[in-house]
């Protein structure tokens, strides 16, 4: 069954340290991947995708993931990490049925 | 991006009433429209697809009958929680793709909140 997989619920990292929040996917095919930003209470902000080309993908708010057939994995990465980047992190993959599916989420919290 | 506009944000309703969620696609026409549910601290779950001029095409274990979809127009599609339950209680949100570049993002609503008491 088609399936994305957030394998962390909850990370906290120190304000300035580096991010990596992981995403697996099964699919028959490579999907067209997402990653998107929620805050509390609010809709889904959408911070980069991936269809085909080069495997790092940059985003907005200084996000980057890397694509990796070969893992079937499209981890979002950050450099430094600001406060205000706390939110649920949700992976998301699109296949040829048109029908969007989401991880379960990676809650962030950010020390100061 | 495009925008999808979702109404209301909040509606707080009492047992056994029905709601009307609004979606609306703003700069766009939208022949495919999505509703999902999201429970606290979880993930969204896809309800159904709705498509402009047809039946909606709800997923496994959810009651079309209870959860009433609606896509009258290109701009437009409605959710109707009948009957509502302190159950239904969640957090509903809507998104939408262009149909000129059909496997693209999806453009999301800013959710609505829905209590029932």
Not at chain 1, 39 to 45: A, F, I, T
Request: hydrophobic share 35%; net charge positive; with cysteine.
């Amino acid at each position: 069954a088609q399936s994305v997989t957030q394998p962390d619920i909850h990370i906290t990292v120190s304000e300035g340290a580096s991010l990596e929040l992981r995403c697996n996917y099964s699919y028959g095919a490579t999907p067209y991947l997402f990653w998107y930003v929620q805050s509390p209470g609010q809709g889904l902000q959408l911070l980069l995708k991936y269809f085909s080309g080069d495997t790092l993908v940059q985003g907005i708010k200084g996000f980057e993931a890397e694509f990796k057939r070969s893992q079937s994995s499209f981890n979002l990465r950050k450099p430094s990490v600001h406060w205000s980047d706390a939110a649920e992190y949700f992976c998301a993959a699109l296949a040829n049925n048109n029908d969007m599916r989401f991880g379960a989420g990676t809650r962030l919290t950010v020390k100061p | 991006g495009a925008v999808v506009s979702q109404h209301p944000s909040r509606v707080i309703c009492k047992s056994g009433t029905s709601v009307k969620i609004e979606c609306r696609s703003l700069d766009f026409q939208a022949t495919t429209m999505f509703w999902y549910r999201q429970f606290p601290k979880q993930s969204l779950m896809l309800m159904a697809t709705s498509n402009e001029g047809s039946k909606a095409t709800y997923e496994q274990g959810v009651e079309k009958d209870k959860f009433l979809i609606n896509h009258a127009s290109l701009t437009l599609s409605t959710l109707t929680v009948t009957s509502a339950h302190p159950e239904d209680s969640s957090f509903y949100i809507c998104s939408a793709r262009s149909p000129v570049s059909p496997n693209t993002e999806a453009f999301f609503g800013q959710g609505t909140r829905l209590t029932v008491v």
